[in-house]
C-alpha cells in the first residue's frame, strides 16, 4: 500500500531564517505530487505541484519555492521566511496514471514563524 | 464568487442524530467529488469520491451528488463523538490536474 510521510511535524522558525520541508511517498511510482499550505479556519491553498522530476507548476507568486530532485520525493523551501509563512503545510500524491483521482495527504507540518 | 461554498459552522449534533454536510458549486465542469475528514492537527483523509450523479454508499457513510443543482451532501448516520473533526468537500474538472475544496465544515458530535 501506499503512504506519504511529511517531516518535521511541528517547526519554529524566526523570521528571514531558510526553510526546508520535506515529504516522501513509498508504494507507488511516477506519482503526482502536491503541496498546500491551510491557514486557521480557511480551506487548503494550492502551491506547488508536480508531474514529474524537475516539472514544478507554482499556484501563487511569493518567497517559497519547491523542488523534486527524485520521482517520489518532494521538498518546499524559503531563503527567507516571512511572518506571513506560518501555518500547515500539506503534502499530497495523487497516481500520474487515470486523470481525476483523488489525492491522498501527509500528515502535515505546523510551521509558526517569530 | 468562489467556486465552492461551504459552510463552515460549526455544527453540532447530538451522539446518534444524522449529519448532513453540503456544498455547492459554480462550476459546470467539476465532474469528479470528493469528501475528505481532517482530524485536529492531521492531514485530511479520503472518505467518499464519486464521479456521476446519484447516492453512493460505504458504511455510516452517504455521498450524494445532484449535478443539475451544483450541490453535494455527505450524510453520516449514526453520528459517533470519533466522527468529530473538519469535513472537506473537493472537486474537479476532466482533465484537471488541481482539485478545488471548500472551506470545510466543523463537525462536534456530543456523547
Known amino acids: 500500500s501506499q503512504t506519504i510521510h511529511q517531516w518535521p511535524a511541528t517547526l519554529v522558525q524566526p523570521v528571514g531564517s531558510p526553510l526546508s520541508l520535506e515529504c516522501t511517498v513509498e508504494?507507488?511510482?511516477?506519482?503526482?505530487l502536491y503541496w498546500y499550505r491551510q491557514a486557521a479556519g480557511r480551506g487548503l491553498q494550492l502551491l506547488f505541484y508536480s508531474v514529474g522530476i524537475g516539472q514544478i507548476s507554482s499556484e501563487v507568486p511569493q518567497n517559497l519555492s519547491a523542488s523534486r530532485p527524485q520521482d517520489r520525493q518532494f521538498i518546499l523551501s524559503s531563503k527567507k521566511l516571512l511572518l506571513s509563512d506560518s501555518g500547515f503545510y500539506l503534502c499530497?500524491?495523487?497516481?500520474?496514471?487515470?486523470?481525476?483521482?483523488?489525492?491522498?495527504f501527509g500528515d502535515g507540518t505546523r510551521l509558526s514563524i517569530l | 464568487q468562489k467556486e465552492v461554498e461551504q459552510d463552515p459552522g460549526p455544527l453540532s449534533v447530538p451522539e446518534g442524530a444524522i449529519v448532513s454536510l453540503n456544498c455547492t458549486y459554480s462550476?459546470?465542469?467539476?465532474?469528479?467529488f470528493m469528501w475528505y475528514r481532517q482530524y485536529s492537527r492531521k492531514g485530511p483523509e479520503l472518505l467518499m469520491y464519486t464521479y456521476s450523479s446519484g447516492n453512493k454508499e460505504d458504511g455510516r457513510f452517504t455521498a450524494q451528488v445532484d449535478k443539475s443543482s451544483k450541490y453535494i451532501s455527505l450524510f453520516i448516520r449514526d453520528s459517533q463523538p470519533s466522527d468529530s473533526a473538519t469535513y472537506l468537500c473537493?472537486?474537479?474538472?476532466?482533465?484537471?490536474?488541481?482539485?478545488?475544496f471548500g472551506q470545510g465544515t466543523r463537525l462536534t458530535i456530543n456523547p
Open positions: 499530497a500524491w495523487s497516481p500520474l496514471q487515470g486523470r481525476n483521482q483523488p489525492q491522498h
Open positions: 473537493a472537486m474537479s474538472a476532466p482533465g484537471a490536474q488541481k482539485l478545488v
Open positions: 508504494g507507488t511510482s511516477n506519482p503526482n
Open positions: 462550476n459546470s465542469a467539476f465532474q469528479y
